[in-house]
Structures are given as C-alpha cells and as structure tokens.
C-alpha cells in the first residue's frame, strides 16, 4: 500500500497539521479519504452566510480535491455531513442529490452544535474509490 498526501492548489488550506486528503493505492483501486471540507475560501474567509451557497461550495471543494487524486465526484463511496443546525436538511439534502446523483454514496448526516470556525454551518468528510492509474 502506498500513502499520498493530497494538496492541491486553489483549495482551503488546512486548519491545522493534517491533508486536504489522503491517497492510499489498494490493488487497482485508489481509495481517497477527503477530509472535513468547510466553506472558508483559500484566504479563510467565509463564503456566504447562505446554507445552499456553504453547501455547494463544500462540494466544489471536495470535486477539486479529488481532481487533484485523479478522480471526480462520481467516485465517491461515502460522505459524512455535519450541520449546525438539522432544519436546514431539506436544502442540503437537494443540492447534495444534484451534485452525487451518479455516485449514490453511502451517506451520514450529524448535527452538531458548532463546527471548527464561526459561521460555518456545514462540514462535509468523504472517501472515493478511483481507479489506480496501472501503467504508472
């Protein structure tokens, strides 16, 4: 198995001393652990107070994280979401249908009474499974 920090440019930069994302080659598989992705932009800055701006721009976060892991939003096998208040799931939930309607993940939703900065109400883990790049 071969470990891969995964750092691509343009996105959040981490809060702390872990990954955007972390690349594990398992067989002709790369599976992809993509961690908790938070609506700040690349200066830490929030995006939108908005729940359906957070929420997509969470999911473009996470598609460019996976594009720099070789892979597409259609890879995802899993997602977790953490909202700050469980009200707003009927509006996550629509944009999170649009955006996984291929993939289908297996998926988590926890409330949780405060996330990592102020502001943000949504925070989104995922995993995807992309194809290894065999002629490498």
Request: net charge negative.
């Given at each position: 198995?071969?470990?891969?920090?995964?750092?691509?440019?343009?996105?959040?930069?981490?809060?702390?001393?872990?990954?955007?994302?972390?690349?594990?080659?398992?067989?002709?598989?790369?599976?992809?652990?993509?961690?908790?992705?938070?609506?700040l932009?690349?200066?830490?800055?929030?995006?939108?107070?908005?729940?359906?701006?957070?929420?997509?721009?969470?999911?473009?976060?996470?598609?460019a994280?996976?594009a720099?892991?070789?892979?597409?939003?259609?890879?995802?096998?899993?997602?977790?979401?953490?909202?700050?208040?469980?009200?707003?799931?009927?509006?996550?939930?629509?944009?999170?249908n649009?955006?996984?309607?291929?993939?289908?993940?297996?998926?988590?939703?926890?409330?949780?009474?405060t996330?990592?900065?102020?502001?943000?109400?949504?925070?989104?883990?995922?995993?995807?499974?992309?194809?290894?790049?065999v002629?490498?």
């Amino acid at each position: 198995m071969y470990r891969t920090p995964v750092v691509p440019q343009g996105v959040t930069p981490p809060l702390g001393a872990y990954s955007p994302a972390i690349s594990l080659d398992v067989g002709d598989t790369r599976l992809v652990f993509v961690s908790g992705q938070i609506p700040l932009d690349p200066n830490g800055v929030l995006v939108s107070d908005d729940i359906e701006d957070q929420t997509r721009f969470v999911f473009d976060q996470i598609a460019a994280v996976l594009a720099a892991a070789g892979g597409t939003l259609d890879d995802l096998v899993k997602v977790q979401i953490y909202l700050t208040d469980i009200g707003e799931y009927p509006a996550v939930s629509a944009i999170r249908n649009e955006y996984l309607a291929a993939s289908r993940p297996v998926s988590t939703l926890i409330e949780a009474p405060t996330l990592v900065h102020p502001g943000c109400r949504i925070e989104i883990d995922a995993v995807a499974a992309v194809a290894a790049d065999v002629s490498a």
